[in-house]
C-alpha cells in the first residue's frame, strides 16, 4: 500500500516562501520518479514540478520556474517542494505523487498514486 502524506501548506502574503513535504511509504522510493501538482478552485489538476529517481534530473512548469525548486531525500523518503516570491494564482491544493518509473513525467494520468493534498494560500 502505498502512502503519501504531505505536510507544509498555509497561509502566506505575496513575495513569501513555503516549503511543502511529501513522506513516502509502501514502495521503493529511490526507483521511482517524484512530481508536484495543484488544483485551484474550479480548475483542472495541473503539473507543478517533478524530479527523477536521483533527484539529477528536474522539470517544472513554465509558471513556477525560477521561484520553485523540488528535491528529495533517498534516505528519508521524502520530496520536497521549496516555493518562493509567492503569488496569488499559486494558490491552490498541493498535491505530491510516485511517478511510474524512475524518469521524470509531467502528465496527470501518469501518476497512479497520490497524497491527500495540502492547501497553499497566498493573500495579496
Known amino acids: 500500500q502505498v502512502q503519501l502524506v504531505e505536510s507544509g501548506g498555509g497561509l502566506v502574503q505575496a513575495g513569501g516562501s513555503l516549503r511543502l513535504s511529501c513522506a513516502a511509504s509502501g514502495r521503493t522510493f529511490s526507483s521511482y520518479s517524484m512530481g508536484w501538482f495543484r488544483q485551484a478552485p474550479g480548475k483542472e489538476r495541473e503539473f507543478v514540478a517533478a524530479i527523477s529517481f536521483s533527484g539529477v534530473l528536474t522539470k517544472y512548469a513554465n509558471s513556477v520556474k525560477g521561484r520553485f525548486t523540488i528535491s528529495r531525500d533517498n534516505a528519508k523518503n521524502t520530496v520536497h517542494l521549496q516555493m518562493n516570491s509567492l503569488k496569488p494564482e499559486d494558490t491552490a491544493v498541493y498535491y505530491c505523487?510516485?511517478?511510474?518509473?524512475?524518469?521524470?513525467?509531467?502528465?496527470?494520468?501518469?501518476?497512479?498514486?497520490w497524497g491527500q493534498g495540502t492547501q497553499v494560500t497566498v493573500s495579496s
Open positions: 505523487a510516485s511517478g511510474p518509473s524512475p524518469y521524470v513525467v509531467v502528465g496527470v494520468d501518469e501518476y497512479k498514486y
